[in-house]
C-alpha cells in the first residue's frame, strides 16, 4: 500500500513517521513550502547566528508523558520555562495574571486569600454563564484587569470585538493567586536544543518515507494512493466550496542589534496605543549559546490574505458554521483523514497536536491490521 501525507509539521510529521514505523508501507509526504516544520520551522539566522523560530516563538509545553517521551527520541530538550511580561502605560507586569500582577497593579501587598477576596469584589458576579471572551474574563477578573491585559491584545490579535471571540480562548491562560509566573501549567516545558527543524528532519529520515517540498497538494494527487492524511487548511481541501474559514495571520518587523535589546524573550503590548501584539527576542530561547548581536521580532497579526500562511483558526460563530459544514463533508470522503490544527480547523498547541497524531495512526493501523482501512476522524 502507498499513503499520502499533506503537510509537514507536527500533524503530518509524526503521522508519516508512525505508518513508517509500525506498517511496511511507503509514505510520501507533500510540502506546499520550500521547507518542512509548519509554522514550527527555525532556521539559524545569517547575520547573527541566532536560531530564529521563523513563524514565532514556540515553547514545548505537556502533561502528557507519552508526548514528552517521544520528543526526545527525536531532540534533546532544554529546560525553559515561560513567563512573559507585559508592558502597559503604568508599567511592566507579570504575565499570566498572578499575584505579583494583582499587588503591582493595584498598589497593594495582598496575600493569596486577600488577593482573592479583593478580585471576588471587582469581578462580574452577574454574568452566570460566559458566553464570549469577554464575558468570561469580566467574570474572572472584572473590568479594569481585563481592560489592561486583555481587551487590546485580543482586538489586535484577532482584529475583531473581543465578544465575538469564544470564551475559550481565554481559558487557556490561568488567573493566580500566588507567585507562580510559569505561563503554562504544564509538568513539561521546554526548547530543542538543536531548534525545531531538526526534530522534523529526523522524524522524516526513514527509508520509507519519501519527502516532496514546493508541492502544493492538488485534489488528483490522492488518486495514486490507498489513504490521504491531510493536515492542510480545512477548507482548502474542498476547494473553499462553501465558503473561506477565517485565519489570523501574523507578521514582524525584525531589528538586529548588540548586546541584550529586551531583556527577556518575550513581551506582549496589550495596549490599543501602538499597533503590535508582542516583541520576541529570539536569542534568550537559545540562553544557553553566546550571542554577541540580537534581534528583535515585533509582532502585528493580520486576517489571512489568499498569499498569507494561515496560523490562528478564528472560529467565529459564521466560521463554526461553515467549519461544521466542511467537517460532514470530511466524514463523507472515501480514503481520506484529516488531522492538525489547519486539518480540523481547531486551536490545539503542538503537544495536543502530537497526542492526536499518535492516537490517529494507533487507530489506522488497528484499522488497517484488521484489513478494513477506513478514515479516521479524531473529535
Ligand atoms: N491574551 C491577551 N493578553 C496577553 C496574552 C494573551 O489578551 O498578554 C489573550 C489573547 O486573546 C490571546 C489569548 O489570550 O489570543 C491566548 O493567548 P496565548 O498566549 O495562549 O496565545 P498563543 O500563544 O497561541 O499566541
Known amino acids: 500500500m502507498r499513503f499520502l501525507v499533506v503537510g509537514s509539521g507536527f500533524a503530518g510529521a ?6 513508517a514505523d509500525h506498517t511496511d508501507h511507503c509514505i510520501d509526504v507533500v510540502e506546499a513550502r520550500d521547507h518542512i516544520g509548519g509554522n514550527c520551522h527555525t532556521h539559524r ?22 508526548v514528552w517521551n517521544y520528543l526526545q527520541r527525536f531532540t534533546e530538550m532544554m529546560p525553559f520555562i515561560n513567563r512573559p511580561k507585559a508592558s502597559i502605560d503604568k508599567g511592566i507586569f507579570s504575565l499570566p495574571v498572578n ?8 498598589g497593594k501587598k495582598f496575600s493569596p486569600s486577600e488577593a482573592r477576596q479583593f478580585v471576588d469584589t471587582i469581578r462580574r458576579h452577574d454574568i452566570k454563564e460566559p458566553r464570549n471572551f469577554e464575558e468570561q ?24 470585538e473581543p465578544q465575538q471571540i469564544p470564551a475559550s480562548v481565554l481559558k487557556r491562560l490561568p488567573l493566580r493567586f500566588n507567585y507562580n509566573d510559569n505561563y503554562y501549567a504544564s509538568i ?40 490521504v492524511f491531510y493536515s492542510g487548511p480545512l477548507d482548502g481541501f474542498f476547494g473553499h466550496r462553501r465558503g473561506r474559514l477565517g485565519y489570523r495571520t501574523v507578521f514582524w518587523e525584525r531589528q538586529i542589534e548588540t548586546g541584550d535589546a529586551l531583556g527577556h ?30 534581534i528583535v521580532f515585533t509582532e502585528y497579526s493580520k486576517e489571512t490574505g ?34 492538525g490544527r489547519l486539518g480540523l480547523y481547531k ?33
Request: proline share 5%.
Open 45 to 66: 539566522e545569517q547575520e547573527t547566528g541566532i536560531t530564529v523560530h521563523t513563524y514565532g516563538a514556540h515553547i514545548f509545553h505537556t502533561s502528557d508523558l507519552n
Open 347 to 379: 486551536y490545539m498547541d503542538m503537544h495536543q497536536v502530537i497526542a492526536e497524531s499518535l492516537s490517529l495512526a494507533r487507530e489506522f493501523i488497528a484499522a488497517l491490521a484488521s484489513g478494513q482501512p477506513r478514515p479516521i476522524f479524531p473529535e
Open 99 to 106: 499575584l505579583h500582577t494583582i499587588n503591582q497593579y493595584f
Open 14 to 19: 509524526v503521522l508519516a513517521r508512525e505508518l
Open 137 to 160: 474574563a469580566l467574570h474572572f477578573m472584572g473590568e479594569e484587569l481585563y481592560r489592561a491585559f486583555f481587551h487590546g491584545y485580543t482586538k489586535k490579535h484577532w482584529g475583531c
Open 306 to 339: 489568499s498569499k498569507d500562511e494561515p496560523y490562528y483558526p478564528k472560529r467565529l460563530a459564521a466560521d463554526k458554521a461553515l467549519m461544521h459544514g466542511y467537517l460532514g463533508d470530511c466524514l463523507q470522503t472515501d480514503r481520506t483523514s484529516f488531522l
Open 265 to 294: 524573550p518575550g513581551i506582549n503590548y496589550p495596549s490599543l496605543d501602538v499597533g503590535f501584539t508582542r516583541r520576541r527576542e529570539h536569542k534568550h530561547y537559545e540562553y544557553w549559546k553566546q550571542h554577541e548581536k540580537t
Open 188 to 227: 513539561y516545558q521546554g526548547i530543542p536544543r538543536d531548534g525545531y527543524t531538526a526534530i522534523f528532519e529526523r522524524l522524516l529520515d526513514h527509508p520509507r518515507i519519501s519527502l516532496s517540498l514546493n508541492h502544493r497538494w492538488q485534489p488528483s494527487d490522492g488518486q495514486a494512493y490507498d489513504h
